[in-house]
T-cell receptor
Framework: SQTIHQWPATLVQPVGSPLSLECTVE??????LYWYRQAAGRGLQLLFY??????ISSEVPQNLSASRPQDRQFILSSKKLLLSDSGFYLC????????????FGNGTRLTVT | QKEVEQNSGPLSVPEGAIASLNCTYS??????FFWYRQYSGKSPELIMS????GDKEDGRFTAQLNKASQYVSLLIRDSQPSDSATYLC????????????FGQGTTLQVKP
């Protein structure tokens, strides 16, 4: 069966520090991969999605970036965090194609101080 | 106009009642629709998928889809306090990119 691992679970970082969140998927090949952010009391905002290695689509302009160095690995990064980057970051995967649901990791709670 | 709209609630129902959650979407070409449940502080969990007009039942949950009206709903029968959560409606766009667009979610409170 497929599983998705996301870490760390919680993170407290000062403003201006770098960020690296990692997500890996097991039990499937060539998944679509996604990074979402959920601000407190808000809906899910799609940040990045990827349909293959090295293929990243950005949905919103921001100081975040994403990379997919391996088929089942997705990394979210920032060189300098802002206070507004605080939130709940969720990695998700889906079967390739346009009709499949997304399956989420447990998320990372990021607080920028 | 938002792509996927839900009433944020909270929707409060007594234990044992039917909870009805509604969602509208703007992309007339959308073909796949999902309901997720999200407990406070947790990640969303898929509870229902629906692709065709009509009703789809799974245990106490029934999803209803009306593509002509661009409307999808979720009914929860015999609501339990453990059903108290935020329910997210999600829709795949017609562009077949694999992107899933989420509504803001409806908070459901089931009171014992």
């Amino acid at each position: 069966s497929q599983t998705i691992h996301q870490w760390p679970a919680t993170l407290v970082q000062p403003v201006g520090s770098p960020l690296s969140l990692e997500c890996t998927v097991e039990g499937t090949s060539n998944p679509n991969l996604y990074w979402y952010r959920q601000a407190a009391g808000r809906g899910l905002q799609l940040l990045f999605y990827s349909v293959g290695i090295g293929q990243i689509s950005s949905e919103v302009p921001q100081n975040l970036s994403a990379s997919r160095p391996q088929d089942r690995q997705f990394i979210l990064s920032s060189k300098k965090l802002l206070l507004s980057d605080s939130g709940f970051y969720l990695c998700a995967w889906s079967v390739p194609g346009g009709d499949s649901p997304l399956h989420f990791g447990n998320g990372t709670r990021l607080t920028v101080t | 106009q938002k792509e996927v709209e839900q009433n944020s609630g909270p929707l409060s129902v007594p234990e044992g009642a039917i909870a009805s959650l509604n969602c509208t979407y703007s992309d007339r070409g959308s073909q796949s629709f999902f309901w997720y449940r999200q407990y406070s502080g947790k990640s969303p969990e898929l509870i229902m998928s629906i692709y065709s007009n009509g009703d789809k039942e799974d245990g106490r949950f029934t999803a209803q889809l009306n593509k002509a009206s661009q409307y999808v709903s979720l009914l929860i029968r015999d609501s339990q306090p453990s059903d108290s959560a935020t329910y997210l409606c999600a829709v795949h766009g017609s562009s077949n990119t694999g992107k899933l667009i989420f509504g803001q979610g409806t908070t459901l409170q089931v009171k014992p």
